[in-house]
């Protein structure tokens, strides 16, 4: 088995190798410094001998390079580096990650991780329920806080039995019977069973930003984080996007979450009392007799679509005709009908047609609409002479 370099060295970017045998693009080497991925944590790319390694993953028991048209051959000594930014980046990213989800788990101990994902263009872990965003907040104060005291985040070897794994955040049944456990420290606040690779001081972390909250469907929720520079630029632009967000609310940026709710409850209280109006007026509707069909026509103005066309199938069940022209916004148009004398499939389209819209449906109900909003009265009246032509 090669010696696995970066589980106890997670800064060695370059060292020298013997190949052990290289069948095609993969190669395997003697000792490797390159992290072959696991633990949500994306694999190392870089170089051997000058040549791309373009994946690296364990088969089996053994770490494979994956490097297209390489011409190594077993036995020889080659030169080895992997891409240190991106490999930095890695690290900090998993780092935070423990750092996020135990300042998360302080305030909600039934906190519990579904997954997690490391890469270099997304980094998030997946937690079994929602947390609230006062937690998210404490969360980076207190996370951010472990940053600035610069806590020694240490790694150390124990057995599947050793009580000191009582207190230590971990998930036995996913290592091996025959597996030794590496835990993994920071300062005194958290211990987590990881084989990952991770800085050495919470201060290489610069920063720790959450940037999403969404939900993972079965898995739970995604909250999404960046570290480093990233998390600062990440933080500056979410900050001004809440300034504008203010802003266009009216409102104080510290106060920008309560109007917001406001306006919503607003909203929702304007479409009740549209759609309650909506109600009212239809109810009040009386119907012209036109060769002897009951026909109830109106102009609505905003009026709620689905009172509308429960009041048409009423019409129709009743044996009458229904002409509905509502604006809101666009115009619409509903036409109904409980005779066979209307065809609204043939009526609408032929009307709408010489107002530049569009409509269709059945005979006995069809709706469609035009654009113009000010030809909205014009579209009323040629609607209603087409049915009464129709009827008498
Ligand atoms: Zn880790």
Avoid at 16 to 37: H, I, K, N, Q
Avoid at 139 to 151: G, H, T, V, Y
Avoid at 225 to 235: K, L, P, T
Wanted: glycine letters at 10%.
């Amino acid at each position: 088995m090669a010696d696995e370099v970066f589980r106890r060295d997670g800064y060695m970017s370059e060292f020298e190798a013997g190949v052990v045998s290289a069948r095609g693009d993969e190669v395997v080497l003697d000792c490797t410094a390159f992290y072959p991925g696991g633990g949500g944590q994306t694999c190392d790319t870089g170089t051997i001998n000058g040549k791309r390694v373009v994946d690296v993953h364990y088969d089996g028991k053994e770490i494979v390079h994956i490097v297209p048209g390489n011409s190594l051959e077993p036995g020889m000594r080659v030169w080895c580096s992997i891409d240190w930014d991106r490999r930095y980046d890695l690290m900090m990213g998993h780092t935070g990650e423990h750092l996020l989800f135990c300042s998360l788990k302080r305030l909600d101990p039934e906190l519990a991780i579904t997954k997690i994902g490391i890469d270099p263009a997304d980094k998030y872990v997946i937690v079994n329920h929602d947390v609230p965003w006062e937690d998210v907040r404490a969360a980076l104060r207190f996370a951010n806080q472990a940053i600035r005291e610069n806590l020694t985040v240490s790694k150390a070897t124990v057995s599947r039995d050793d009580s000191e794994l009582e207190d230590v955040r971990i998930n036995l049944e996913r290592i091996a019977e025959d597996e030794e456990i590496t835990v993994v420290s920071i300062g005194n606040i958290d211990r987590s069973a990881c084989s990952g690779v991770h800085v050495a001081e919470t201060s290489e972390l610069g920063m720790l930003f959450v940037d999403r909250k969404v939900s993972a469907g079965k898995d739970g929720v995604a909250i999404h984080f960046r570290v480093g520079a990233a998390a600062q630029d990440a933080a500056a632009e979410l900050a001004v996007t809440c300034l504008e967000a203010a802003d266009e609310a009216g409102s104080k940026p510290e106060d920008v979450v309560r109007s917001v709710a406001n306006m919503k409850r607003d909203l929702l209280l304007a479409a009740e009392t549209s759609k309650e109006a909506s109600r009212r007026r239809v109810a009040e509707m009386s119907p012209e007799d036109i060769g002897g069909i009951p026909v109830y026509a109106g102009m609505f103005s905003g009026a709620n679509r689905r009172i509308l066309s429960e009041a048409a199938e009423r019409f129709k069940a009743a044996g009458g005709v229904a002409v509905f022209v509502n604006d809101a916004g666009s115009v619409s148009v509903m036409l109904a009908s409980g005779t066979s004398r209307v065809d609204c499939r043939t009526i609408l389209p032929a009307v709408l047609g010489r107002f530049g819209g569009g409509g269709g449906g059945k005979p006995d109900f069809a709706q469609g609409g035009i654009e113009d909003r000010a030809r909205a009265g014009e579209l009323y009246q040629a609607l209603l002479s087409a049915v009464r032509s129709a009827l008498s």
